[in-house]
């Protein structure tokens, strides 16, 4: 069965700061996976996906993420943290009629 | 941009009522997906439908039926709606499964069962 996992429920970083959110992820073939935001009473925002290709793939917000294959993750970084990044994050794996999410980290940014 | 569009974002009903969520896209999406939100549970899928009268099962189905008369509408009804059903509800919908393409959302609804 598949399976997400987000190690970090909760993560504060000051503005100006980069930022990395962990995924680990279990699935049985070729992943295709995606990053989701959601900001505070809102639906969830796609920021990024993998398909195939090139590891490092780029995202809205200038987010990027790097899928590594060995390690089965797909960390989420941004250089610089924006204010107005906070909000919760969702990892999630699988086919696109049958995705799994993981818990989500919350993001708090520190003026 | 794709849209959808959940009728309500937020929602008070009385235990033992039948309660209806819709959900509208216009994007003439095949999939449509029905997931509650619960915090430290993060999402979990209730149904999804790949065509017009077709639905399958989520992980979460219990207590919980849907409708999709229309291609563009999925309807989320609470037979008897409990108390363990307040939650955050979202609706999503993607193409079909060989264009691999993501899930999008709407904005949630917020169901306060009394």
């Known amino acids: 069965a598949q399976s997400v996992t987000q190690p970090d429920i909760h993560i504060t970083v000051s503005e100006g700061a980069s930022l990395e959110l962990r995924c680990n992820y279990s699935?049985?073939?070729?992943?295709?996976l995606f990053w989701y935001v959601q900001s505070p009473g809102q639906g969830l925002q796609l920021l990024l996906k993998?398909?195939?290709?090139?590891?490092l793939v780029q995202g809205i917000k200038g987010f990027e993420a790097e899928f590594k294959r060995s390690q089965s993750s797909f960390n989420l970084r941004k250089p610089s943290v924006h204010w107005s990044d906070a909000a919760e994050y969702f990892c999630a794996v699988g086919a696109v009629e049958q995705l799994t999410f993981g818990k989500g980290t919350k993001l708090s940014v520190i003026p | 941009d794709v849209k959808v569009t959940q009728s309500s974002r937020y929602l008070v009903k009385r235990t033992g009522e039948k309660v209806f969520l819709e959900c509208v896209q216009d994007m003439d999406h095949e999939n449509m997906f029905w997931y509650r939100q619960d915090p430290g549970l993060g999402l979990r899928l209730i149904y999804f439908?790949?065509?017009?009268?077709?639905?399958e099962k989520g992980d979460i189905p219990e207590g919980y039926s849907v409708s999709r008369e229309k291609k563009e509408r999925f309807s989320l009804i609470l037979e008897s709606a409990s108390t363990n059903q307040t939650s955050m509800y979202l609706c999503?919908?993607?193409?079909?499964?060989?264009?691999?393409?993501?899930?999008?959302f709407g904005d949630g609804t917020r169901l306060s069962i009394l």
């Open positions: 699935y049985g073939a070729t992943p295709y």
């Open positions: 999503a919908s993607s193409q079909v499964v060989r264009t691999n393409q993501p899930q999008h």
């Open positions: 439908s790949y065509d017009v009268k077709m639905k």
């Open positions: 993998y398909f195939s290709g090139d590891t």
